[in-house]
């Protein structure tokens, strides 16, 4: 379970940061695209050592949108900063409760890194669910 619900804004790495957004429709495919780009955005500014915890990370939040809100639209971001990675992803599922029991396996993974995530909930009708993960470097 997540245990800090807002995340904290973090600093650039350097001038020049890793910055990715990506927009998906909700369905299964969207799980391979999502880990395709993750991958390919990583390797190309020199941080590959986070493509495992990421490529999971991002195959789970695309999976838990297909599962819980299949027809929409779904955003993955990754950003480089000075203590390491942030993975984000927004969807419009209506959360209830503190975190999403299904993501066992993302929950698992981030803090065997050493990493933070959480669910943030707005009441925005485009983005009702924010997911946060924080790895450090």
Known sequence: ???VLHPPTPTPANPHPLTLTVTLPAT???AGIARSAASAALHR????RFTPVTVLAVTELAA???RTVPGTNMRIELAQYEGGLRITSLNTHPMSGTGRGGLWLLSTAVEDWGGN???LHTHSPTTRSLTWIDLPH
Not at 45 to 48: H, K, P, S, V
């Open 45 to 48: 500014y020199g941080l590959g």
């Open 28 to 30: 299964p495919s969207s």
């Open 64 to 66: 838990c949108a297909a």
């Open 117 to 119: 995530w959480g669910v």
């Open 1 to 3: 379970m997540p245990t």
